[in-house]
C-alpha cells in the first residue's frame, strides 16, 4: 500500500519564478493538507483541499494556491518566488479534516 | 490562536536512559494531540495520538500522556537506543479548524 508521494524530492528556483510541486495521498484518503517547513521551524499550515475545493487556509499570502485533481492528488503552486520560500513543503493526506495525517518524505525547494 | 511550544530545542542523553519530552499548547479546546518524529531532511512520522477525551497513548517503548486542562503533554521514552535520534513534534487540532499546529521540535540525541 502506497504511502503519500511526493515529486519532486529537491528543486532550485531562482527568485521571481514559478514552482509546481506535487502530491499523491496515501491510498483511501480523500483530504490533502499542504505545510512549509522553513529550518529549525515546525511545519506551519498552507491549506487544505477536500472535494477538489480549498476548505481551510493558513496565514500565506496568493502567491500560494493549489488544486485538487478527481482521483485526490494535489499540486501546490508557487509564484513570484522569493527568497524566503525556501524551505521543505510537506503534503499530508488524511480521511477526513481532523482524522490522523500521513505525511509525505516532503520537496525540498531552494531559491536563489 | 493556538500556540504550541516545547522546551528544550535540544536533548543530549546516554544510552538506555528513560526521557521525557514535554510539549505545552495555549488553548485547552483541542480535539485531538499528536506526537510525530522526523528524521533530518524527511517526513513526520506518526507515533501517537491522544483524543481530547483520553488520558495517555503508549505503542512499545512511547507513553504519551494528555493533561487537557494544564495544556500540556509528554512524550516518554523508555530505555532510549540511538536508533531513537531524530526529532520529535507535538502538534494539536483545535477547535472546529482542520489544520494542526505545530511546536518547533525537541532534537533528540541518544549517545551510544
Known amino acids: 500500500d502506497a504511502g503519500v508521494t511526493q515529486s519532486p524530492t529537491h528543486l532550485i528556483k531562482t527568485r521571481g519564478q514559478q514552482v509546481t510541486l506535487r502530491c499523491s495521498p496515501k491510498?483511501?484518503?480523500?483530504?490533502v493538507s499542504w505545510y512549509q517547513q522553513a529550518l529549525g521551524q515546525g511545519p506551519q499550515f498552507i491549506f487544505q483541499?477536500?472535494?477538489?475545493?480549498?476548505?481551510q487556509r493558513g496565514n500565506f499570502p496568493d502567491r500560494f494556491s493549489g488544486h485538487q485533481f478527481p482521483n485526490y492528488s494535489s499540486e501546490l503552486n508557487v509564484n513570484a518566488l522569493l527568497l524566503g520560500d525556501s524551505a521543505l513543503y510537506l503534503c499530508a493526506s488524511s480521511l477526513g479534516g481532523r482524522s490522523p495525517l500521513h505525511f509525505g518524505n516532503g520537496t525540498r525547494l531552494t531559491v536563489t | 490562536k493556538q500556540e504550541v511550544t516545547q522546551i528544550p530545542a535540544a536533548l543530549s542523553v546516554p544510552e538506555g536512559e528513560n526521557l521525557v519530552l514535554n510539549c505545552s499548547f495555549t488553548d485547552s479546546a483541542i480535539y485531538n494531540l499528536q506526537w510525530f518524529r522526523q528524521d533530518p531532511g524527511k517526513g513526520l512520522t506518526s507515533l501517537l495520538l491522544?483524543?481530547?477525551?483520553?488520558r495517555e497513548q503508549t505503542s512499545g517503548r512511547l507513553n504519551a500522556s494528555l493533561d487537557k486542562s494544564s495544556g500540556r503533554s509528554t512524550l516518554y521514552i523508555a530505555a532510549s537506543q540511538p536508533g531513537d535520534s531524530a526529532t520529535y513534534l507535538c502538534a494539536v487540532y483545535t477547535g472546529a479548524n482542520s489544520k494542526l499546529t505545530f511546536g518547533k521540535g525537541i532534537t533528540l540525541s541518544v549517545r551510544p
Open positions: 483541499y477536500y472535494e477538489e475545493e480549498e476548505r
Open positions: 491522544i483524543q481530547s477525551s483520553q
Open positions: 491510498s483511501g484518503h480523500d483530504t
